[in-house]
């Protein structure tokens, strides 16, 4: 089992940069699939990126380009750095992982799969003004 905590959100003109990261702990954290989702305001939680144990990573056309999902296994954590930001971004941030992204990779990590994911961080709040 492992243990995720959130940090780095805040409020930010849009355009800004925000840098999120999380820290897992607990054991074998080199061995889980993790990913950023978001929930903004009235909307379904959607997967935003994923970075699989073997380094592959997936993002959500919405934020391509823009986006960066990144993890360090020996400090047991996983940033998410995020550039050029819109309104839209605006959102609840949670960290997750998953014991394997079997569904993420099944569609060609074009969809960031919920379903994969069984632990989840209490979520750091990003708001993107405009």
């Known amino acids: 089992q492992v243990q995720l905590v959130e940090s780095g959100g805040g409020s930010v003109q849009a355009g800004g940069s925000l840098r999120l990261s999380c820290v897992a702990s607990g054991y074998g954290y080199s061995r889980y699939c993790m990913g950023w989702f978001r929930q903004g305001p009235g909307k379904e939680r959607e997967g935003v990126a994923a970075?699989?144990?073997?380094?592959?990573?997936s993002y959500i056309d919405s934020v391509k380009g823009r986006f960066t999902i990144s993890r360090d296994n020996a400090k047991n954590t996983l940033d998410l750095q995020m550039n050029s930001l819109k309104h839209e971004d605006t959102a609840m941030y949670y960290c997750a992982a998953a014991g394997d992204c079997l569904a993420t990779r099944a569609v060609g990590g074009i969809l960031i799969v919920e379903a994969d994911f069984h632990y989840w961080g209490q979520g750091t709040q990003v708001t993107v003004s405009s």
């Open positions: 970075i699989d144990t073997d380094g592959t990573k």
